[in-house]
């Protein structure tokens, strides 16, 4: 009897380890599909899918309006157009710099219209908010957006649905220059980009003032290493 109840024991012991590792093995399985599907969504870039040493740049603008003039001027000399993701409440008070935006050539894509989190959003309040940027947008610029990027990088099914019946792309990225941070430095931020530079990234920056700092020692090292700079819709083809 004694026997038995050691070798059940050892048995039932089995089993729960068993039972473990196919949960955990599952719940891998579950993880890695859900990644590959996020970045490989159709609706949802985190970078583009052109096999060329291009590398977009994006600036989300909500503030620091200071800065973007010396971003501008910087671009300027450099030759280089990027995406700009402005809010529509930005946008309405500083249509001056919109249109200055526009008029140097970059690329206008639409932040929402205010700096909220899209994934605690309804259907309803994603597309309340991505639609009035974009006619406030259409209204300032005379062009049409066709690039969404949520604030924070927060979105959830309802803001996919929603972009996708504006015939909106979701644009999130693939190097952070994380330069909101107050121990952001130039060189930190330069050693961010430069270390994950890739085919087709999608670097994410807004106007502050390290991240102008850092331009041109960013622009002047990527060029060398053969990469041309542009906007996302240089890296998106297809869409």
Request: glycine share 4%.
């Amino acid at each position: 009897m004694k026997i038995f109840y050691i070798k059940y024991k050892t048995l039932y012991k089995i089993i729960i380890i068993c039972i473990l590792l196919v949960t955990i093995l599952g719940l891998t399985y579950i993880y890695n599909k859900k990644t590959v599907n996020t970045f490989n969504n159709k609706d949802v870039y985190y970078k583009g899918n052109v096999d060329e040493k291009i590398i977009a740049f994006t600036c989300n603008i909500d503030w620091g309006n200071e800065y973007i003039p010396k971003m501008l001027d910087i671009f300027e000399k450099n030759n280089i157009k990027i995406t700009f993701f402005p809010t529509g409440r930005w946008a309405d008070k500083n249509r001056a710099l919109i249109k200055l935006i526009s008029a140097r050539g970059h690329e206008i894509g639409n932040h929402g219209y205010y700096h909220k989190d899209y994934s605690k959003l309804s259907y309803n309040g994603n597309k309340k908010e991505i639609y009035q940027t974009d006619i406030l947008l259409k209204e300032i610029t005379n062009t049409t957006p066709k690039y969404f990027a949520p604030p924070a990088g927060a979105y959830n099914k309802n803001t996919i649905k929603a972009a996708n019946d504006l015939n909106y792309k979701i644009i999130m990225w693939s190097i952070d220059t994380i330069d909101w941070r107050k121990d952001s430095t130039s060189d930190k931020i330069t050693n961010r980009v430069i270390k994950k530079a890739n085919n087709s990234a999608i670097v994410l920056m807004h106007p502050k003032e390290q991240t102008v700092k850092a331009l041109p020692s960013i622009i002047k090292i990527l060029k060398q290493k053969g990469y041309e700079i542009g906007r996302v819709s240089d890296v998106i083809i297809n869409n």
